[in-house]
């Protein structure tokens, strides 16, 4: 490796789980996040924060241990070399975009839309970009801020038919990306593959 270079992901890493791992955390977080929005703007009180937050629990702690579980810890460099500062910047900027498009999805109210969003996001090589390498939080903040800044632009007062179905595609498909996880894990230490 050239001095000053940012460090990559192993190539065994760079596979599907740890992608899927990622979209299933990003999706489960979406979902609560967007029913939550909807509750602040209806003013309700205090039980359907729970009720939302208790029906998210689930998916969101089970995506959470598949992202642990398949994601190792980021790798980064000590030094960066320079230019990295811009390239992360605008490798930032990009992901904050690819959220905006899932927040648009979102905010049009089809469901359609979502789930093309979400089988995009699942296409995604989260893994080879290299904010994501340097700063997976960050990274996550940024499809994230992207996504709900969106939603919010193109429909600012979303109402709960608008909310719960995309939140409900969006849990549904971090519960089947956690499954089939979990699975794939199964099948490996019984020597399935």
Not at 7 to 25: D, E, K, M, Q
Not at 38 to 65: E, K, M, N, Q, Y
């Amino acid at each position: 490796m050239k001095p000053g270079a940012i460090p990559a992901y192993p190539a065994s890493i760079r596979r599907s789980p740890v992608n899927l791992a990622f979209s299933a955390l990003l999706f489960s977080f979406l979902g609560w996040v967007i029913l939550e929005r909807w509750s602040f703007g209806a003013r309700a009180g205090i039980v359907p924060h729970l009720v939302i937050t208790l029906a998210c629990a689930p998916v969101l702690a089970c995506s959470l241990r598949r992202f642990r579980a398949a994601c190792p810890r980021h790798l980064r460099a000590s030094t960066r070399p320079r230019g990295a500062l811009l390239g992360g910047g605008l490798a930032l900027a990009m992901l904050f975009a690819a959220g905006a498009l899932f927040g648009f999805a979102v905010g049009s109210g089809l469901v359609s839309m979502v789930a093309l969003s979400v089988l995009l996001c699942c296409l995604m090589p989260w893994t080879r970009l290299r904010a994501h390498q340097q700063h997976l939080f960050l990274s996550f903040l940024a499809v994230a801020a992207g996504a709900l800044l969106a939603a919010n632009l193109v429909n600012p007062k979303m109402n709960l038919l608008v909310a719960l179905p995309a939140a409900w595609c969006l849990w549904a498909a971090a519960a089947l990306l956690c499954i089939g996880l979990c699975g794939g894990e199964l099948m490996k230490k019984k020597g399935g593959f």
